[in-house]
């Protein structure tokens, strides 16, 4: 079981342990600790806009909702005016990684209070990757002890695609089944080895039956552009939800078959647009559609925002204020059977609101959590003391050897003037790549990239058991002009170590570097280094301040500027380049993947 967490902040009671309470504030007999007058109450149940409300609160949670809550002040009842601004329930973000944002639980949540997040359903599976069930029972606790809900889904996928790659740990349904009985557990995180359900492998199987027994939510991860026989498969096996859609086809499918369609909007990922037309155009019932924003890094979150953010791009795309706001609150709280608990201004449920001076630009004055005030005109009031995580933790880059420029190398076939090779091709603003190809020469029997075209190298280096191992490849689509090389512990899913570069010396610098600091993302250009975000928790995480993080990763992001990559969040899409779950082509320390058919290809293409 996990470990008993110490925190500032007090656990928010069971309902059942103060209903009571709860009715004799409704009800006048005792006063309420909190009454918020003369506000226009968003309900997200009738979808309606209600003037002239009141709400009054007791034990964190909301007590009473009506036109006048007078008989719930007493003496000490602190008293506040909403002068007819908005009451929106807190909003939610349905499908995320922490990881992502480069920082902690902890960071994380200091940074998207101010912008209206009151509970994230986060799926650790990328520190679970490195140091297995521990690394989710150290996210779960440190999540236990934040002043919002923070819940957890338990991984389903470590690694995400057995036999295509090698991650730095194994999880078990004997794992997941233990996880199930955790306190913060939700459910289980999203299913990616979709090929494994289709087929009714018994890790899948099992997994999945024993989160159904536990009464607990599937996540959903269908990758594949194939709607046909193994989507059904896919959904027959259990999967409640899914995020990977690009397109209104892919939700509508989703929707027709009884899962829930998230539409994501991350740093990179601009998904929302296309596939909520099958709400504004096509008329299906919003209910069913969940916003989310699945991978969000620093600068994102600070400069931007988070799913303020993703709730004013639906309203852009032509859905009405309320119903974008449905689908980032009682939407995503029923999705996770957490109904009573959150997602709505209503009586017994946690007392997570916002104040909305604006609600189509949702302009956020004053954020709420479990009756508190954690935020005013995009402030954190709240003090959120760090997490300390053990120093085990921050020892997890092993190279195993000092990395070489020759390491890099890569043979052409015997004889061979000319060679024709795989290319990863990156796609803007989306997680797929494109399965490329490309005539490159040879030089001294090396093949050698092609800078005027856009092809540089790709290797990913071993980084969990030091075994010195290199994978060599080639990629597209970032548009590095200049001498350099982007170095990332951060390789989804099995985090291993990801360099792209126009230059061997460079990309050695860069590995070793990272070996040095215990990992993170760093830029070298002709040998010296330009740019550098360290992440020593399990190579993912920065222990720092997530405003200091988020200028070291704004110094990353126009270091990659300069080197002539013009990409929208391109360290992202840089990070994703090993992502064997997601088509069409990746790298692992397996070798090349042909994620369209799941299996290992060869670099060169043979005539």
Same mark, same amino acid.
């Given at each position: ?240 939800d899914d995020h990977e859609g690009t397109a209104m086809e892919d939700a509508i499918a989703r929707v027709r078959q009884g899962m ?100 189509? !630009? ?6 709420? *959590?479990? =009756? @508190?005030? #954690?935020?005013?005109? /995009?402030?954190?009031? +709240?003090? %959120? ?71 540089c190298q790709i290797a990913l280096v071993e980084r969990h058991r030091g075994t010195g191992g290199v994978t060599n490849g080639f ?34 610098? !860069? ?6 600091? *215990?990992? =993170? @993302?760093? #830029?070298?250009?002709? /040998?010296?280094?330009? +740019?550098? %975000? ?60 042909d994620v369209t058919r799941f299996e290992k290809v060869d670099l060169f293409v043979k005539e």
């Open positions: 079981m996990p470990t008993t967490v110490k925190s500032v902040f007090s656990r928010p009671k069971p309902w059942t342990a103060v209903a009571p309470h709860l009715v004799d504030v409704a009800t006048g007999r005792k006063p309420a600790d909190l009454v918020v007058r003369n506000g226009r109450w968003v309900n997200v149940h009738s979808g309606e806009i209600i003037p002239g409300t009141d709400i009054a609160i007791a034990e964190g949670r909301f007590a009473f909702c009506g036109p006048d809550a007078s008989h719930a002040i007493g003496a000490g009842t602190k008293v506040v005016d909403a002068g007819g601004r908005y009451l929106v329930p807190g909003l939610c973000d349905g499908h995320m990684h922490v990881e992502s944002g480069m920082v902690t639980v902890t960071e994380f949540v200091r940074a998207v209070v101010p912008h209206g997040t009151t509970s994230m359903f986060i799926d650790p599976h990328e520190i679970a990757n490195v140091l297995g069930l521990e690394g989710v029972r150290l996210m779960h606790d440190e999540a236990l002890a934040m002043p919002i809900n923070v819940h957890v889904q338990m991984p389903s996928c470590v690694p995400s695609a057995p036999g295509l790659e090698n991650a730095g740990a194994v999880l078990t349904a004997d794992d997941v089944a233990e996880a199930m009985t955790w306190e913060n557990i939700v459910g289980l995180g999203e299913v990616m080895n979709f090929p494994g359900v289709t087929a009714n492998d018994p890790l899948m199987v099992a997994e999945i039956a024993a989160t159904v027994k536990a009464g607990k939510t599937v996540g959903g991860h269908y990758a594949s552009r194939d709607l046909g026989l193994a989507f059904h498969g896919y959904v027959a096996g259990g999967p409640e829930k369609a998230m539409l994501r909007l991350g740093s990179a990922w601009y998904d929302v647009a296309s596939q909520i037309k099958a709400v504004t155009e096509q008329g299906l019932d919003p209910r069913n559609f969940i916003l989310c924003t699945d991978d969000s890094h620093s600068g994102t979150l600070v400069q931007e925002g988070h799913m303020d953010r993703v709730v004013r791009h639906a309203i852009a795309q032509g859905l009405s204020p309320i119903i974008a706001i449905q689908m980032a609150t009682i939407n995503t709280a029923q999705h996770f059977r957490l109904e009573r608990e959150l997602g709505s201004i209503a009586p017994g449920r946690l007392a997570d609101f916002l104040v909305v001076s604006d609600l189509a !630009a949702l302009t956020i004055d004053e954020v709420y *959590g479990r =009756g @508190v005030r #954690l935020a005013k005109a /995009g402030r954190l009031e +709240a003090d %959120v003391p760090p997490y300390d995580y053990p120093a085990a933790v921050k020892k997890t880059v092993k190279l195993g050897k000092t990395i070489s420029a020759e390491d890099f190398d890569i043979g052409a076939p015997e004889g061979a003037n000319e060679a024709r090779v795989r290319v990863i091709g990156v796609i803007e603003n989306q997680a797929p790549t494109r399965a490329l190809e490309a005539d490159l020469g040879v030089e001294d029997g090396l093949v050698v990239m092609d800078r005027e075209n856009d092809v990629v597209s689509g970032f548009g590095y002009v200049k001498d350099c090389a982007l170095a990332s512990t951060v390789a989804h899913d099995s985090h291993h170590m990801i360099v792209v570069g126009t230059n061997k010396r460079d990309m050695a610098l !860069a590995a070793n570097r990272l070996g040095e600091v *215990g990992g =993170g @993302v760093v #830029l070298f250009s002709q /040998g010296k280094e330009i +740019a550098l %975000v360290e992440m020593p928790i399990a190579g993912l995480m920065s222990d720092e301040r997530a405003e200091v993080v988020a200028e070291k990763a704004a110094k990353l992001t126009a270091a990659m500027r300069d080197m002539g990559c013009s990409l929208n969040n391109a360290y992202m899409q840089h990070s994703l380049l090993a992502l064997v779950v997601i088509p069409e082509l990746r790298i692992s320390d397996v070798g090349i993947i």
